[in-house]
Nanobody
């Protein structure tokens, strides 16, 4: 089992920044690719960003490319999502997830409880 706990959400004005953190415990964090997803009210959960187990490769949704940065610290078993130039449409509950495939292929096995991000206009 891998337990994931997100933090860092909150209320921010448009154009502002937030950094989300996701602390992992349980099985070896460094073996897992990590992803961030989000779900806005009334919408399906969508992919935001992914980082491979080594941290050597990242992938972003087009909607956040150039504004968000995913990173990880394997020594701290933590993955981050730096969000800059936030827009009201970024408002959602953000979830981190762990994928036992180190390249992030296939399904994500473990999910956190989510953290709310609200961007005011």
């Amino acid at each position: 089992q891998v337990q994931l706990v997100e933090s860092g959400g909150g209320l921010v004005q448009a154009g502002g920044s937030l950094r989300l953190s996701c602390a992992a415990s349980g099985r070896t964090f460094r073996n897992y690719a990590m992803g961030w997803f989000r779900q806005a009210p009334g919408k399906e959960r969508e992919f935001v960003a992914r980082i491979t187990s080594s941290g050597g490769s990242t992938l972003y949704a087009d909607s956040v490319k150039g504004r968000f940065t995913i990173s990880r610290d394997n020594a701290k078993s933590t993955v981050y999502l730096q969000m800059n130039s936030l827009k009201p449409e970024d408002t959602a509950v953000y979830y981190c997830a762990a994928n036992s495939n180190g390249y992030g292929l296939g399904s994500y096995n473990y999910w956190g409880q989510g953290t709310q991000v609200t961007v005011s206009s």
